[in-house]
């Protein structure tokens, strides 16, 4: 008997975005002209022009008042109008209670006093009245589409006086306060999003009946790769809406009059680097040896000479140095900081080329602006002073110092903003720090107090807040999403369908699906299949307490703490 299977290599398209999408309906999407002047030979035979319209896209039809896409949300596709006419709603935006979302009241010192004779013995129970009064669908694994005209109070949108009928074909205008945008056929709207990993910055809904074709990420991505049209309209969308903002934004170029934050916004290239899919191979557990330089790309080398500042708009990268046959890392990147600076200002002030001191590379994915050196000779080096580089003190760093860090990368817990580290050498195991969880949570401890150790410290496994909050890309409702206050990342219970996206997504799998129950105690199911219902739950830093997290005041001995691991790295070496 033989002891190995066979088993073929999984492909791109296993799994179609929409199954249902035909040939026909193929042909007639490149008969638009948003396709038909795109050169078909200039895709590889391996994922063709036709093949990627058949696979990473999808036809949806919207009636008025339904949401596309809400502002704040992450999202990993892009929509092209077809027909119909959709409006975005500008700042001030919608009401979080619209968007699925729920702003946390705080209790106060007379809740806290009460909580233990008000918690429930029964794990996971829930007031299943406040289901019935949601327009969310417990349970439900396929996506529950919200309008705008289901909300219970339609003067706080609508003005008082407007009547909502089920039988409108067009959203009443909104109340003055909302600033809105129309978005009529053939615009193009959530690329930046899509290939930024941003946020979404505006909510868009139907006005009147809308066909949609909706393209993931890759296909966005491959198009724009081989059709000059659609990569300089992906461009100006990007430069339209963020790149100006970042550039404004950025301690090096602050105080720069508009015309020359114009100039170097014009000059200004963006790019990617990695897979934004890092989540996905990073649990599989799939990345060896054998694959370092296909998981983490190059971006430059030590000993080129650089052509521009590279400044990093999202993802993580690692700045190594050669060391002997291998590498040793020195620190990371990610949004906000800078790789090149040293070099290039040096080059401008000695009038000498200046090489890379370091290697820098993509961990998952990289998007990083590169100002041309013309520019920054111009507008940014004769109004600074000479920059001092963290790199230096990192260079310095005894060898021997370097294993925390290591471990860190390796494990990507860099991501993390308010990562839960345990000292085992001052934890007793007493579990006083989940009982104060569990008595700010009706009983039931969003956390566990396990996980990735290195050393006498240990990660435990708590939702950690993350820069790349990969978990809230998919979410059908926006029931997962970040805290207006504070950005920490909470999830809706009511508008929670128990999908799982969410958990799947999470790179340390720090959140769970648990099944509910009545307050009474019985389970509570699906009333066709049966199936238990399940709602997702994680750490949300007790987000209700006034005090903060209730576990770190619960330890006695002072071994538990919330920190973003960047904080620790310069005293790395007594860890």
């Keep these: 008997m033989s002891d190995t299977h066979i088993l073929q290599r999984p492909k791109r398209w296993d799994a179609p975005f929409d199954p249902e999408m035909s040939e026909e309906i193929v042909s007639e999407i490149l008969g638009r002209p948003e396709f038909s002047s795109i050169d078909a030979t200039r895709f590889p035979s391996a994922a063709p022009l036709r093949g990627i319209l058949r696979n990473d896209c999808r036809i949806a039809v919207y009636r008025p008042g339904e949401l596309l896409v809400r502002e704040g949300d992450y999202g990993n596709s892009a929509f092209l109008v077809l027909s119909g006419t959709l409006r975005a709603v500008l700042a001030p935006g919608l009401p979080q209670r619209v968007l699925g979302r729920t702003a946390k009241q705080k209790r106060n010192w007379m809740d806290l006093l009460l909580e233990p004779f008000r918690r429930s013995r029964i794990p996971e129970a829930r007031d299943t009245r406040l289901y019935a009064a949601s327009s969310a669908r417990p349970g439900g694994t396929g996506e529950k589409r919200v309008s705008l005209l289901e909300i219970e109070n339609v003067a706080e949108l609508f003005g008082e006086g407007v009547a909502v009928g089920a039988g409108v074909n067009r959203v009443p205008p909104l109340a003055a306060e909302f600033k809105t945008a129309i978005l009529p056929p053939s615009s193009l709207f959530g690329e930046v999003a899509a290939l930024g990993r941003v946020r979404r910055t505006a909510t868009v809904y139907a006005e009147t009946e809308c066909r949609v074709l909706e393209l993931r990420w890759q296909a966005l991505r491959d198009i724009k790769n081989r059709d000059e049209t659609w990569r300089r309209n992906i461009e100006q969308g990007y430069r339209g809406s963020q790149l100006s903002r970042h550039l404004a934004e950025h301690p090096l170029l602050a105080g720069l009059d508009p015309k020359a934050l114009q100039n170097i916004a014009a000059e200004t290239l963006f790019e990617t680097y990695g897979s934004f899919e890092w989540n996905v191979e990073f649990k599989s557990g799939k990345t060896t040896q054998q694959s370092v330089a296909a998981a983490e790309p190059r971006v430059a080398v030590q000993g080129d000479y650089p052509d521009g500042l590279l400044l990093v708009t999202g993802g993580f990268g690692r700045v190594s140095i050669g060391l002997g046959a291998g590498t040793r890392t020195l620190t990371y990147l990610r949004n906000g900081d800078q790789y090149g600076l040293d070099e290039l200002y040096e080059a401008w002030k000695s009038g000498q080329d200046c090489p890379f001191e370091t290697s820098l590379s993509a961990l998952g994915y990289l998007h990083v602006l590169r100002i041309p050196y013309s520019v920054l000779a111009e507008h940014v080096f004769p109004r600074i002073s000479p920059p001092r580089s963290r790199l230096i003190d990192a260079a310095a760093r005894p060898i021997a110092h370097d294993a925390f860090l290591e471990w860190s990368v390796e494990e990507r817990f860099i991501n993390g903003t308010k990562t839960m580290l345990i000292d085992l050498e001052k934890c007793v195991r007493c579990d ?87 307050l009474d105690g019985r389970p509570v199911l699906d009333p066709a299949s049966k199936d238990p219902i399940l709602k997702a739950t994680k750490c949300d830093l007790c987000d209700s307490l006034p005090t903060g997290p209730a576990r770190e005041r619960a330890c006695p001995h002072g071994a538990l703490q919330r920190i973003d691991l960047q904080s620790l790295m310069p005293q790395a070496g007594r860890l």
């Design 432 to 518: 006083d720090c989940v009982r104060a969880c569990a008595d700010t949570h009706g009983g039931n401890p969003r956390f566990v107090r396990h996980g990735s150790t290195f050393g006498h410290w240990m990660v435990a496994n708590a939702c950690m807040h993350c820069v790349d909050p990969v978990c809230m890309i998919g979410c059908p409702t926006g029931a997962i999403h970040r805290t207006v206050s504070g950005g920490t990342v909470v999830i809706n219970d009511l508008t929670c369908t128990g999908c799982g996206s969410c958990a799947n997504s999470c790179p340390y799998d720090n959140i769970r699906l648990v099944q509910i129950r009545e």
